[in-house]
T-cell receptor, first 109, second 115 residues
Framework: GIQVEQSPPDLILQEGANSTLRCNFS?????LQWFHQNPWGQLINLFY???GTKQNGRLSATTVATERYSLLYISSSQTTDSGVYFC???????????FGTGTRLKVLA | GAVVSQHPSRVICKSGTSVKIECRSLDFQATTMFWYRQFPKQSLMLMATSNEGSKATYEQGVEKDKFLINHASLTLSTLTVTSAHPEDSSFYICSAQLVAVNEQFFGPGTRLTVL
């Protein structure tokens, strides 16, 4: 089946540091989204990015669909960035999202 | 916009009872909603796709008689965990597809604990 692997699985940063999270897909990329799951479990939409590059404040994302990967960049990290970051994409033509394995980020003050 | 709510946020019940979880799209209509389950420190696993006006479709390994789904209107889907047992304890999350922008938006989740 379709696999979505994320790396690194765990990441600890000092406040102010930058980081890159990666998402690799075993199948073609459709309707890719990045999410942040906060400590209370709420999934927050970060980007809808099936291809190309987008930026929103300190966050940006790039998807290279032809090479089946996506990157999430976090610059000048803050303690509120802590949580789990998931990428997910749609199994072709189904609207069903397959979630990645997640990156657990902890930003230290 | 694109807000999805879930109720209750937390429920504790005794083994053998049934629990109903509601998922509502507050500011948009959703013909399709999804139910996920998440165990501690794991990713989200899709349980079923809820289709307004028709039967839900369940993922392999998910018991449809155990997890009853009803999508009675364009803004409401419900998941009922029937005869709950401790192994059903988990974090249940719903999402709704906003077709116009091809994005899914997620509810805040329901933490179920079965004693």
């Amino acid at each position: 089946g379709i696999q979505v692997e994320q790396s690194p699985p765990d990441l600890i940063l000092q406040e102010g540091a930058n980081s890159t999270l990666r998402c690799n897909f075993s199948d073609s990329v459709n309707n890719l989204q990045w999410f942040h799951q906060n400590p209370w479990g709420q999934l927050i939409n970060l980007f809808y990015i099936p291809s190309g590059t987008k930026q929103n404040g300190r966050l940006s994302a790039t998807t290279v669909a032809t090479e089946r990967y996506s990157l999430l960049y976090i610059s000048s990290s803050q303690t509120t960035d802590s949580g789990v970051y998931f990428c997910a994409h749609e199994a072709t033509g189904t609207y069903k999202y397959i979630f990645g394995t997640g990156t657990r980020l902890k930003v230290l003050a | 916009g694109a807000v999805v709510s879930q109720h209750p946020s937390r429920v504790i019940c005794k083994s053998g009872t049934s629990v109903k979880i509601e998922c509502r799209s507050l500011d948009f209509q959703a013909t399709t909603m999804f139910w996920y389950r998440q165990f501690p420190k794991q990713s989200l696993m899709l349980m079923a796709t809820s289709n307004e006006g028709s039967k839900a479709t369940y993922e392999q390994g998910v018991e449809k008689d155990k997890f009853l789904i009803n999508h009675a209107s364009l803004t409401l889907s419900t998941l009922t965990v029937t005869s709950a047992h401790p192994e059903d304890s988990s974090f249940y999350i719903c999402s709704a597809q906003l077709v116009a922008v091809n994005e899914q938006f997620f509810g805040p989740g329901t933490r179920l604990t079965v004693l």
